[in-house]
């Protein structure tokens, strides 16, 4: 049910699923290339599945449901600088956490694209490493390692902010989305729910498979390739 008398539904399923596997995938990513070995091939899947939710949260942020979209929560300087001030915001992301949602996507976004050109020069390379200059490769390589720092520092950031608005604005943030509901003291009065439900999952289940062929399809690049060289 998405609205009763005892809440509100705003994050629709696949919305949340994407904000769960992401976090599964930027740990596992941290994990393995820390392990390294063998650990290095879990690396570069958690980087492809990483780059994959990345394609399909773009989209799904322009034609998604009602909070998930773009158009619902990237707002101006002149929205920020209110919401800073006390005013009240709508439902879904805040002014400011929405620029967190844009500086994820494209930090991510940038390591998991540059992670495809480049290669530890051990065992482990990019699906499309060799299809670039060696400058190129190695810039990105650099970039690629620096980029972990500042991937580090928003993921802290966030995890700040979450314990700032459960124990300052005594808002609850993670059970909305685990559940996908809210309580409707939690959101400014006559809030409408989300879209959800079997044709919101058909479409983003539709865009989930394109995402997935065409991951599929870079990744087949790299086997190509060793085969052409073998």
């Known amino acids: 049910m998405l609205h009763t008398r005892s809440c509100i539904r ?7 699923l ?21 650990y290095m091939d879990w690396h570069v899947r958690f980087g492809l599945a990483t780059l994959g939710l990345i394609l399909f949260r773009v989209l799904w942020g322009l034609i998604g449901p009602r909070y998930a979209r773009f158009s619902t929560f990237v707002r101006g ?12 915001t709508s439902a879904g992301h805040n002014p400011l956490g929405a620029l967190s949602v844009i500086a994820m996507l494209v930090v991510l976004g940038f ?6 050109f480049i290669s530890d020069d051990i065992m482990t390379q990019g699906p499309l490493y060799g ?18 720092w500042i991937i580090i520092g928003l993921v802290a950031l966030h995890l700040v902010a979450i314990v ?5 604005r005594r808002r609850r943030i993670v059970g909305p989305m685990i559940t996908g509901n809210a309580r409707p003291q939690d959101l400014p009065a006559g809030t409408p729910p989300t879209e959800d439900g079997p044709m919101i999952w058909l479409r983003a289940a539709i865009i989930a498979a394109a995402v997935t062929a065409l991951v599929l399809w870079i990744r087949s690049l790299e086997l190509v390739a060793d085969f052409s060289f073998s």
């Open 10 to 16: 705003i994050w629709d399923f696949p919305t949340r």
């Open 18 to 38: 994407f904000h769960w596997a992401l976090a599964i995938c930027v740990i596992g990513a941290y994990v393995s290339v820390k392990l390294g070995g063998l």
């Open 77 to 88: 300087p002149g929205a920020i600088k209110r919401y800073m001030q006390g005013a009240a």
């Open 111 to 116: 390591q998991t694209i540059s992670g495809l």
């Open 131 to 148: 299809r670039v200059d060696d400058s190129i490769s190695s810039w990105l390589a650099s970039w690629h390692e620096r980029n972990e």
């Open 164 to 168: 700032w608005y459960v124990a300052v």
